[in-house]
């Protein structure tokens, strides 16, 4: 038995590990060949996040009539980090892409994740520290993140790229902006795009039910405990050496690809899963959680629901307040898939299509791509990131730098 277990370890662990599942975001794109710098925000409750820079591309290209090369920010979705930007090959990775394309690419973080695990007053082994949930990302760690990148580089406004709840905490923060605000997003290119759900989705059905609600109460109340929910890194580690062997790795392949749901596509390169295993997924707090829970319940945006009681105290009003999204004036543009299972092609034309204003000008509904297919898929360079560069090249030329 001995023997059996000890050659199992000695096949796992024989193969040495790729260099990026050792390494963090700065560090990746700095070993590409790319300059990178890293940047501070904290923000106005107290949280520090980092955000990285890829200034210049690897040619130092620059866009044709633009004295200053124009800014694209990137957010990334729920259990993810602005490593989720990097995880492919250069020219497969949108990060690198958006720097070789001639722009000064921003990628940004939300408190939670390993960039953003400092606070000026709070621990991150204590409660306080993940006492938060979508609304914060949007009207902190987005809203002043955004300004700080702006005011650094003396523009006026920036591209925003988001996928899935970086699409989410974008809408939530225009709905309630005003005009002087959200003309400072050009364009808000939105992949996966997420603001409320349609269909019925297991197991966010069963919110109805009056023991669960209670429960969910009691867990916004803080009787749980207000808690991260993680996979320790140490964990994943293991797990992605396990995946690196040659031995494993079609069956971490297959895992993975029915885990995502991406099974009949074939978009994911099988050899960057144990690089894909060690930067995901990032943590996030139970209140995250318990908001995202509602936006199924609810089909729409909302402030987190605390409850009639604390709902008064807290908005003046019995429900959550509802995020208007059709206050939305910024240009905006849908990219989304009848294939992808988290954001439903019907969510989008039902919701966003429906309730936004003016800001909706395009929307491109993609074949065979999944949710993570927006940022995993080997397709996505061709069908997504190239055509927003073209689209940015246009707007530019069009109106300026």
């Known amino acids: 038995m ?18 990026e599942e050792t390494l963090d975001a700065a560090d990746t794109i700095s070993h590409y060949g790319y300059t990178v710098e890293k940047h501070y925000v904290t923000t106005d409750d107290g949280y520090t ?14 866009i044709l009539g633009c004295s200053k090369r124009p ?13 989720h930007f990097l995880l492919n090959l250069p020219s497969q990775s949108a990060a690198y892409i958006f720097a070789d394309a001639g722009f ?26 993940w006492n938060f949930s979508l609304y914060e990302h949007s009207h902190y760690d987005l809203r002043q993140q955004i300004e700080y990148v702006l005011d650094y580089t003396r523009h006026e406004s920036l591209f925003y790229v988001g996928h899935s709840q970086g699409t989410a905490v974008m809408f939530a923060r225009l709905a309630e902006a005003d005009v002087t605000w959200q003309s400072k997003i050009r364009v ?19 919110l109805e039910e009056n023991y669960l609600q209670a429960l969910i109460q009691f867990a916004l109340d803080g009787k749980f405990g207000i808690l991260p929910v993680e996979i320790p890194r140490a964990i994943a580690s293991k797990f992605a050496d396990f995946c690196s062997s040659k031995f494993f790795t079609f069956l971490c392949s297959a895992g993975f690809k029915v885990a995502a749901g991406i099974e009949t596509l074939g978009q994911v390169n099988d050899s960057r899963i144990p690089i894909i295993l060690s930067h995901f997924p990032s943590a996030t707090s ?33 429900d959550a307040p509802r995020l208007e999204i059709g206050n939305i004036i910024a240009q905006t543009i849908l990219y989304f898939s009848k294939d992808d299972q ?29 949710h993570f297919d927006f940022i995993l898929g080997l397709r996505a360079t061709d069908e997504v990131y190239k055509p927003i560069v073209y689209r940015i090249y246009k707007e530019l030329k069009k109106k300026g730098c």
């Open 71 to 83: 800014v694209v920010f990137f957010m990334h979705g729920l259990f993810g980090s602005s490593y």
């Open 2 to 19: 001995r023997t059996a277990v000890n050659f199992i370890f000695f096949i796992v662990f024989a193969f040495g590990k790729e260099i």
């Open 104 to 129: 000064d690419v921003w990628l940004g973080n939300i408190r939670g994740t390993e960039y953003g695990l400092n606070h000026t007053s709070f621990s991150t082994n204590g409660v306080n520290f």
């Open 49 to 62: 996040v980092q955000l990285q820079r890829i200034p210049v591309g690897r040619d130092d290209r620059s």
């Open 286 to 318: 139970t209140l995250n959680l318990l908001h995202w829970m509602q936006i199924f319940k609810y089909h729409e945006l909302r402030r987190l629901d605390l409850g009639t009681a604390r709902n008064l105290i807290a908005y003046g009003q019995k």
């Open 342 to 370: 988290i954001t439903d092609e019907v969510d989008v034309r039902e919701i966003i299509m429906k309730q936004m204003g003016p800001g909706l000008i395009e929307s491109y509904d993609l074949d065979h791509f999944t």
């Open 188 to 206: 808000f290119f939105a992949l996966g795009p997420t603001a409320g759900f349609m269909k019925p989705l297991m197991p966010f059905t069963l």
